[in-house]
């Protein structure tokens, strides 16, 4: 059951390219293309609650982790999903995502759970990309393939302050017998500057052969004034490519759309339209046709104004694909740390119960 790392990856560029915002349309005839053909490798999931119905017992302390995949090699990720019980922004912001491959002994992802799907500010709304989308804003999915040549480790590390009631979770990956010799592996890795300062805000630094293939954006403003203007850049094996400004590298122009969920790109939500100061902002913009390659390194920063001038709330999350072992990440802020570092110009508010043709929010304690 040899496995083309290279034919997953092209499946997810079998994309026509769109008038919609983002790409927001497949091309059919070319993504089921080769859809009667048999596939060579063997189809398994972990769960986690093989009884299929929730008991009532499984309630994560505060501080708790628990290790919910545990898979020998060589195999393929292929989609994770997730939901959790309380809709409450701590759920979002404290609860964190590792994920090991191999042997290694430190994570290659390593992201607070609502920000790896897309999911910041502890806030809930929708995301409809290609690698990830979220389903009534409670289901959280990826879909970006995962290889590993040993072992793939995921571990799940509850809030430090509050108990989560309910962790359910599936985990779809491949059994194949090898994998191609240029297969490179995921990675994820969260940042943030709270607020920002000096100089360029760093996204990523990489060393080691790989592509990137594009990230989450979050921020929130503390002042007024148009913040848009610092643009990216990226450090390629030394040789540097500037970028002309924020919203142009997410694929807008002249400010961002409300609301915006492309395959590529998007801006799901956008309060700085409406609000001045405290607003919060997500971004993305992930480079399917496009990856960025790299033979010894790869840096992506972002500037805070046109001079590096705004003092706002920045947080990223990184993804690309490498050869290990991986630079060392930074170290992960705490929980009380990923909170906004001016909450009092806009706290966050929870919920209101809607019923959505399914459990009445208000019943959900579980």
């Known amino acids: 059951m040899a496995y083309s790392m290279t034919a997953a990856l092209c499946a997810l560029a079998t994309l026509a390219l769109a008038t919609a915002s983002g790409g927001a349309e497949l091309d059919r005839e070319a993504l089921l293309a080769d859809m009667y ?7 398994y999931r ?9 008991d009532g017992t499984d309630i994560m302390k505060p501080g708790d982790w628990r290790e919910i995949a545990n898979i020998e090699g060589p195999g393929i990720i292929s989609h994770i999903w997730f939901t ?25 992802v390593e992201v607070p759970i609502g920000e790896f799907f ?27 393939p995962m290889p590993f040549r040993k072992r793939c480790r995921i571990t799940f590390h509850n809030s430090p302050d509050h108990e989560l009631r309910r962790l359910f979770y599936h985990i779809n990956y491949k059994k194949v017998d090898s994998l191609p010799e240029d297969t490179l592996y995921f990675h994820a890795q969260y940042r943030q500057a709270k607020p920002t300062s000096g100089g360029d805000y ?39 490519i500037p970028g002309t400004g924020q919203e142009d590298y997410f694929g807008q122009g002249w400010s961002f759309g409300k609301g915006e969920n492309g395959l590529r790109f998007g801006s799901p939500l956008y309060e700085s339209a409406d609000k001045p100061v405290g607003a919060e902002n997500s971004f993305y913009r992930f480079h399917i046709e496009d990856p960025i390659p790299f033979k010894k390194s790869f840096v992506m920063t972002m500037r805070h ?10 947080s990223t999350v990184a993804f690309w694909y490498q050869t290990e072992p991986h630079k060392p990440f930074p170290p992960l802020p705490p929980a009380k740390d990923r909170y906004p570092s001016k909450p009092d110009q806009a706290a966050p508010k929870p919920p209101q119960a809607t019923t959505g043709g399914g459990i009445p929010q208000e019943s959900i304690e579980y």
């Open 305 to 314: 104004g046109i001079h590096n001038e705004r003092d706002e709330d920045y």
């Open 37 to 43: 053909r048999a596939r060579d490798y063997e189809f």
């Open 84 to 108: 959790l019980s309380r809709q409450r922004d701590y759920v979002l912001k404290d609860c964190v995502l590792r994920i090991y491959w191999d042997d290694e002994k430190e994570p290659s």
């Open 202 to 240: 760093t996204i990523l630094e990489a060393e080691g052969r790989g592509h990137f293939v594009g990230l989450f954006y979050y921020n929130r403003t503390n002042s007024e004034g148009w913040w848009g203007d610092g643009g990216e850049r990226f450090i390629v094996d030394g040789r540097e």
């Open 118 to 144: 897309g999911l910041g500010h502890g806030k809930y709304y929708t995301v409809r990309s290609l690698p990830f989308e979220t389903g009534n804003q409670r289901g959280y999915n990826c879909f970006f």
């Open 46 to 54: 972990i769960v986690s609650n093989p009884t299929a119905g929730p």
